[in-house]
Nanobody, 121 residues
Framework: QVQLVESGGDLVQAGGSLRLSCAAS????????MAWYRQAPGNQRELVAR???????NYAASVEGRFTISRDNAKNAVYLQMSGLKPEDTAVYYC???????????????WGQGTQVTVSS
């Protein structure tokens, strides 16, 4: 079990930047991956960015080149640096911790409560 607490969400103008933080209650090094998801009203939750325990990253096509995910195992924290923000980036952003639980690749996911990002045009 782990508690994840997001912070850094805000109202920002289009073209601006924000840095989201996710603080974990335990060692994030025990998870196979950490990620940021987002959910806009009326939409399904979608993966924004993911970083594995080995440091490999992948991004949604819509944020590639604008967002950067990073992790600090010493601080048990994950960050999402967002730049060039667009109104369509408006959503609640959720921190996620993922652990593979069997050889078939099934995972257990833990979620934070989310932080609101609103981008005005």
């Amino acid at each position: 079990q782990v508690q994840l607490v997001e912070s850094g969400g805000d109202l920002v103008q289009a073209g601006g930047s924000l840095r989201l933080s996710c603080a974990a209650s335990g060692r994030i090094s025990r998870f196979d991956a950490m990620a940021w998801y987002r959910q806009a009203p009326g939409n399904q939750r979608e993966l924004v960015a993911r970083i594995t325990s080995g440091g490999r990253t992948n991004y949604a096509a819509s944020v590639e080149g604008r967002f950067t995910i990073s992790r600090d195992n010493a601080k048990n924290a994950v960050y999402l640096q967002m730049s060039g923000l667009k109104p369509e980036d408006t959503a609640v952003y959720y921190c996620n911790a993922e652990r593979v639980v069997n050889v078939g690749g099934a995972t257990v996911k833990y979620w934070g409560q989310g932080t609101q990002v609103t981008v005005s045009s």
